[in-house]
Nanobody, 115 residues
Framework: QVQLVESGGGLVQPGGSLTLSCAAS????????MGWYRQAPGKERELVAV???????NYGDSVKGRFTISRDNTKNTLYLQMNSLKPEDTAVYYC?????????WGQGTQVTVSS
């Protein structure tokens, strides 16, 4: 059993910053990749950032240079530092672990960028 719990979402003004956290618990092993996705109203879920085997990182084109993904293995926690936020970053952000025995998703945390 794997549980992913996101936190850190909220309302922020354009140009502001937020840091999301994803605390993982349970049988965390055989990790293919882990990362963040988001889904805005009326749109498909899209990649934000992922960390693959060997620590290789990929970002979605719309967040490159503004967002940073990182992890603390001692705490089994994944982070997403979001800077220079724009209204189009408004979405529900989901933590995702792709393990050898299946994919797991968190419940999502709302990020709203508005003045």
């Amino acid at each position: 059993q794997v549980q992913l719990v996101e936190s850190g979402g909220g309302l922020v003004q354009p140009g502001g910053s937020l840091t999301l956290s994803c605390a993982a618990s349970g049988s965390i092993f055989s990790i293919n990749f882990m990362g963040w996705y988001r889904q805005a109203p009326g749109k498909e879920r899209e990649l934000v950032a992922v960390i693959g085997r060997g620590g290789r990182i990929n970002y979605g084109d719309s967040v490159k240079g503004r967002f940073t993904i990182s992890r603390d293995n001692t705490k089994n926690t994944l982070y997403l530092q979001m800077n220079s936020l724009k209204p189009e970053d408004t979405a529900v952000y989901y933590c995702h672990y792709n393990l050898g025995f299946g994919p797991y998703w968190g419940q999502g945390t709302q990020v709203t960028v508005s003045s």
